[in-house]
């Protein structure tokens, strides 16, 4: 009943504010829920090797099958996002990571943790992580830079924050009671699937017609795309994406190049977390400092975070947006061109404050410039596989770059692997939209205004053609 | 017997820790340099555990120019490991330096207790830096030991040897299980301890804290989706004026077009 009255009612524009908010808390605390405890992981190692008797190798599995299965399943979770709703996938995802966690405590064997911390929760955290990250770009549009910056924050904060509470639980109650505790803190990510409202937005259509978001997150169901001419579908007739339709950015070309640039990011930019502090060992700093080390790129991380989301706000770098992300992932990999050339713990400080910083920038943009490419009715599911071609080189390149140092005998061809990965992932975009651009320049100037067009929409701009006020205002058809 | 050479080259106080594996003899000596005034000689002396050794005073020539050799071999047996300290006396100053003989000592901290459950099993470890003989774990009642014979109960114990570490497993934990226990390093000599707390919990412990945020969490759920359906009908009711508003606001769009 509620239903059917909303159907009268046209959509609405993102809130940027509001229960916006709401989402973004939520969005941070699925971020520190999934990605600070797969990080935390790690500290249970030590406890599993003892009670099992089994060395590194074995243990290390864990961790690599958590991050994993994460990434591998992101597409299932924006699936179940876009078909039943994001609320019911991240509750679902809530549920099953922490039964995962649960089963876990009563573990017997080393395999049996692979199954259920390895797999199943892995599984829960992925079919929360891509439906949380699309909520929030539908909430938001002049700020949803600083709205994912501040979500993202949360894996930074998160290990910060929960590395020392998962060392006290495990003190005090042994790894089993701290990993029944820790699956009651998982089952959190319920509340913050309870957060997700969905909410009907109104989409730049040509059809009149109003939208009903119950069929998916938030972006508008309908069969239209831009200005191709579909049957309208009647007013009672209510259709969700069909599964090719709902995979057609995948034919853009712009999102193949921006696929393209993400696995080669993926690949060069979880080396350096790897090989940093062993690289400081091997030059001659101290256990202290090295570690120091680490903890220095975790907190600039966040500031990275949050920072460049407000900056890529402002007005005047909003329509740079990409410009910006290329840029972050540039000095990325210059950064790693330069490790080899720093070799005492003083000239390490600033390289990792500066590669910190430019990680935490690209990460809180990676959402950003992938609904730039693919608009908001496609960012659930272009979010999926953007997260699964992470998985690959996630898996990959550590044992690459290991491969590399035992070969070699030295750090630098691993920090230049890395270094070149990275700038070929931003050479590879910078090229693609610098063609485009060219391509572009002859053709009309609305397809430059459409970043300022689609956040602008709520006050009236003189300066846009008819066309997009008709677009603006349905009701006057 | 086997004869160990040690020397000390230096005018202050300071401390040399010596291992001793087995009874041997051994040969401590202080080799003593750069005094002022030069004396000829200067008198010595052998102090064991602070209470000097009877005729152990002599009289020290130079070696060359500079040193003084002052040493003495001394038979270590069981009871003879300590402190043993050469004291030389010249003009009207005393310096001494200072053996700590004695067996390998554990040093880590073993002051946080290690957890586990009822039914559950517990590994224990001991480390340390040289190769004992064997190694032999010990249950502390109150003030006495008691050997764990892991072959005579297998059920409930096994005993790892590996040259520098030990492992007991305790297997089918119950809560007599719990309190201290003794790896013992055993060299030819004297045997070497440290000791490890072992806490037993009943598996309600961890479930208190589980059973809280789970309680919290559905709270949490169940007064957001309330709030959420509140809001709802508290919109709906009011949907007559949505139209209105909306058509206020094109209105005035036409308006500035």
């Known amino acids: ?477 | 017997s086997r004869l160990l050479w040690s020397d000390i080259t230096t005018l202050l106080e300071s401390v040399l820790e010596l291992e001793i594996l087995k009874p041997q003899k051994i040969e401590l000596s202080c080799i003593i340099s750069d005094i002022p005034n030069n004396p000829t000689h200067i008198i010595g002396y052998w102090k064991k555990n602070g209470n000097e050794i009877e005729n152990s005073k002599q009289t020290v020539y130079k070696v060359d120019k500079q040193r003084f050799i002052f040493k003495r071999i001394f038979n270590i047996q069981v009871n003879d490991l300590g402190n043993y300290s050469c004291i030389f006396s010249y003009l009207d100053k005393q310096e001494q330096v200072t053996f700590l003989l004695k067996v390998p000592v554990m040093k880590d901290k073993r002051d946080k207790p290690i957890v586990s459950y009822v039914g559950d099993s517990v590994v224990l470890d001991c480390k340390i830096k040289r190769m004992p003989n064997t190694w032999q774990w010990y249950k502390s009642n109150g003030t006495e030991k008691v050997l764990i014979n892991a072959t005579a109960d297998p059920m409930n114990y096994k005993i790892l040897l590996e040259k520098n570490v030990t492992k007991l497993t305790v297997l089918n934990l119950t809560e007599e299980d719990a309190g201290k226990y003794i790896c013992s390093a055993v060299f030819e000599i004297k045997s070497s301890e440290s000791h490890v707390y072992l806490k037993v919990l009943s598996l309600i412990e961890p479930l208190k804290p589980f059973i809280g945020i789970t309680i919290e969490v559905v709270i949490l759920v169940t007064l957001i989706l309330l709030y959420e359906r509140y809001g709802r009908s508290r919109n709906d009711s009011s949907v007559d004026d949505s139209s209105g508003t909306d058509g206020r606001r094109t209105r005035q769009r036409n308006l500035v077009h």
Request: hydrophobic share 45%.
């Open chain 1, 1 to 477: 009943m509620a239903w059917e009255k909303k159907k009268k009612k046209a959509g609405v524009l993102p809130p940027d504010g509001g229960w916006g908010w709401m989402i973004v808390a939520g969005c941070f605390v699925v971020t520190v829920c999934s990605r600070a405890v797969t990080r935390c992981i790690s500290i249970f190692f030590v406890e599993f090797q003892m009670h099992f008797a089994r060395d590194y190798s074995g243990t290390a599995w864990i961790h690599s099958l958590v991050d994993c299965t994460t990434m591998l399943c992101a597409p299932l979770g924006s699936l179940i996002g876009n078909h039943l709703s994001c609320r019911v996938a991240v509750i679902l995802g809530g549920f099953l990571a922490s039964i995962g966690l649960v089963l876990s405590s009563f573990a017997t064997s080393l395999e049996y943790l692979y199954l259920s911390l390895g797999v199943l929760t892995g599984l829960g955290f992925a079919l929360c992580y891509t439906p949380a990250i699309a909520m929030v770009g539908v909430y938001f549009c002049e700020r949803k830079a600083l709205a994912y910056g501040i979500a993202m924050s949360g894996s930074g904060i998160g290990t910060f924050v929960l590395a020392p509470v998962v060392q006290l639980l495990i003190e005090h109650y042994s790894w089993r009671g701290a990993l029944l505790i820790l699956g009651g803190l998982v089952s959190n990510l319920c509340v913050c699937g309870a957060l997700l409202r969905p909410i009907a937005l109104r989409e730049r259509e040509a059809y009149p017609l109003p939208v009903n978001s119950e069929c998916g997150c938030g972006a508008s169901p309908q069969g239209a795309v831009g200005p191709e001419l579909e049957r309208p579908p009647q007013p009672g007739e209510q259709r969700c994406l069909q599964p090719l339709q709902e995979y057609q950015f995948l034919l853009m070309p712009n999102f193949l190049a921006l696929a393209g640039s993400f696995l080669f990011l993926a690949s060069g930019c979880s080396l350096p977390f790897v090989y940093l502090v062993p690289y400081a060992l091997d030059v001659g700093v101290s256990h202290h400092h090295a570690a120091f080390l680490m903890s220095i790129l975790g907190v600039i991380d966040i500031v990275g975070n949050v920072t460049f989301g407000w900056l890529t706000d402002r007005r005047c770098l909003k329509q740079y947006r990409s410009v910006c992300y290329m840029f972050a992932v540039g000095m990325e990999g210059l950064c790693c061109f330069l490790v080899p050339l720093l070799r005492t713990f003083a000239l390490l400080v600033p390289f990792s404050v500066l590669y910190g910083y430019f990680d935490g920038a690209y990460v809180a943009l990676i959402p950003v410039v992938t609904s730039d490419v693919v608009g908001t009715r496609y960012l659930s599911s272009a979010l999926g596989v953007v997260y699964f071609l992470h998985a690959f080189p996630y898996l990959v390149s550590p044992p690459i770059g290991g491969w590399l140092v035992d070969t070699t005998g030295t750090y630098t061809a691993t920090f230049l692997l890395s270094g070149f990965a990275l700038l070929s992932s931003a050479l590879l975009l910078a090229t693609v939209t610098a063609v485009r651009h060219c391509q572009a320049i002859p053709r009309n100037r609305p397809g430059k205004d459409r970043t300022r067009e689609k956040c602008e929409a709520q006050q009236p701009d003189f300066m846009t053609t008819n066309k997009d006020l008709l677009i603006r205002n349905p009701a006057t058809l």
